[in-house]
């Protein structure tokens, strides 16, 4: 059985009964270059674990079990947990947990799971919380090296766009905080089974040590952050005022910063919105 044949899987998924399921972004990977390059550029090897988001029937967690130690997969459709027993049953060393990938306790099944191995992430990820678990991978601070992921091309673009351009959006500073990012390569949408309407880019994270510009208090950077692209035509003063502060405060961050109050959210740099924000009040000092 070849896992990016559109006649094995067909045959493999209904021998089980399986549906594809729109609603949690299932679209399968049936080019076979693609899951050996992601392996590789995740820097699966001896040595080394990889956690997998949303294995689908095990296409490219095989190729990770081919080269790491250790690989943990975790699906939230229990429908595809016998058909993964099926194809992984040749790699004792990949492992699946059900549950889904935003409701897990991240830090604890990575230390219960991989122990004192180096872990990085690789998953080409369902597209409808492409940003939510790209989120929450890099806030919750995981032991982790670095993420490979599969995501849209528009993701892909905002996600490792330059800060102070147009394509930038608030997770794209979120990304500058705590990675470098990169794309990798294009996929085009004939890549999938079924096919969806837009196409795909691999990218890569991988993760600083130390924030390029660390603040204070992370909330208020993000809290700032999130204000301005909320609204992203407006003017900051506008739109940081709508975002809960007062426009005297806002005014004086703004100035203390030095960043023109008519400047709008993609003008701005990482650098620039951190020190916007060690000038504005702490969020819990503020009226809900
Ligand atoms: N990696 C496979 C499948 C990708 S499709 C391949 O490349 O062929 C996306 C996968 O993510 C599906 O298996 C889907 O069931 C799973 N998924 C969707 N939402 C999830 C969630 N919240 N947590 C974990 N897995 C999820």
């Not at 079990?65 to 947990?81: G, P, S, T």
């Not at 492409?130 to 905002?158: F, G, H, Y």
């Not at 900051?236 to 023109?260: E, M, P, T």
């Not at 969020?283 to 809900?288: G, L």
């Amino acid at each position: 059985m070849t896992l990016t044949d559109p006649a094995d899987i067909k045959a493999l998924l209904q021998r089980h009964g399986f549906r594809f399921s729109k609603a949690m972004g299932q679209n399968f990977l049936i080019n076979p270059s693609v899951c050996p390059r992601m392996a590789e550029a995740c820097g699966a090897a001896p040595g080394r674990g990889v956690l997998e988001i949303g294995p689908g029937i095990g296409v490219l967690t095989e190729q990770l079990a081919m080269r790491a130690e250790k690989v943990v997969a975790v699906e939230l459709d229990r429908r595809l947990l016998p058909v993964l027993a099926e194809t992984l049953s040749a790699y004792p060393c990949a492992e699946i947990v059900e549950g889904d990938i935003l409701k897990l306790d991240l830090p604890r099944l990575l230390r219960e799971k991989f122990g004192s191995l180096p872990v990085s992430v690789c998953a080409n990820l369902p597209y409808y919380i492409t940003s939510p678990i790209v989120m929450t991978l890099l806030e919750s601070r995981l032991p982790i090296d670095s993420l490979t992921v599969m995501v849209q091309k528009e993701a892909a673009q905002r996600l490792c766009a330059r800060p102070g351009t147009r394509e930038a959006g608030a997770v794209t500073l979120a990304v500058q905080y705590y990675a470098v990012p990169e794309i990798l390569f294009s996929v085009s949408r004939g890549s999938f089974l079924p096919a969806p309407h837009v196409d795909s880019a691999v990218i890569r994270l991988t993760l600083r040590k130390e924030p390029p510009c660390p603040v204070r208090d992370e909330t208020v950077l993000f809290r700032a952050v999130r204000a301005a692209f909320g609204q992203r035509r407006k003017t900051l003063l506008n739109s940081l005022s709508s975002g809960g502060w007062s426009r005297d405060a806002v005014s004086v961050a703004l100035d203390k910063a030095g960043i023109s109050p008519t400047a709008r959210a993609e003008e701005l740099t990482l650098e620039n919105f951190a020190r916007l924000s060690e000038n504005l009040p702490d969020p819990a000092s503020m009226r809900p």
